[in-house]
């Protein structure tokens, strides 16, 4: 990307990287994580024209979180604290990452893009 004078990146940030989740200690630091490196890397590296965003995905229902998901009463209480009343799926990220690829999000830089059902307007 130096070398071309361009690029994109795209991180997957979380809620639980911004506000901290019960129960997800280690998840939430990991993600606060990704969080300050979208942040240094894109002021690091946007003047070589390398734009750095990040989408903060809510609980998404994908094998990452099958077994968790597979017990109805962890379903349920993930889906009762999503405001859209619903897990999210691939099909709603995909989208965004689409756009943020493109040229047309070209002065998208160091952005964080929620994609999470309503979970941090709560």
């Given amino acids: ?10 991180n997957f940030a ?3 990287g911004l506000r901290g989740f019960e129960t997800l200690t280690v998840y939430s630091v990991s993600k606060a994580g990704v969080t300050a490196f979208t942040r240094a890397m894109a002021a690091d590296y946007s003047r070589y024209g ?8 809510g609980c998404m229902d994908t094998p990452m979180n099958a077994m968790m998901l597979s017990n109805d ?8 604290t999503t ?5 999210g799926r691939a099909q709603d990220v995909a989208g965004l990452a689409a756009f943020l690829a493109s040229d047309e999000a070209d002065y998208c830089v160091g952005g ?5 059902g309503g979970t941090m307007a709560t």
């Fill in 83 to 87: 405001p859209y009343g619903r897990l």
């Fill in 1 to 10: 990307m130096l070398k071309q004078g361009r690029g994109c990146i795209i």
């Fill in 112 to 116: 964080f893009y929620a994609v999470d």
């Fill in 73 to 80: 009463n962890m379903r349920q209480k993930r889906i009762s």
């Fill in 50 to 57: 390398i734009r750095v965003n990040a989408i903060v995905s």
């Fill in 14 to 16: 979380s809620p639980t």
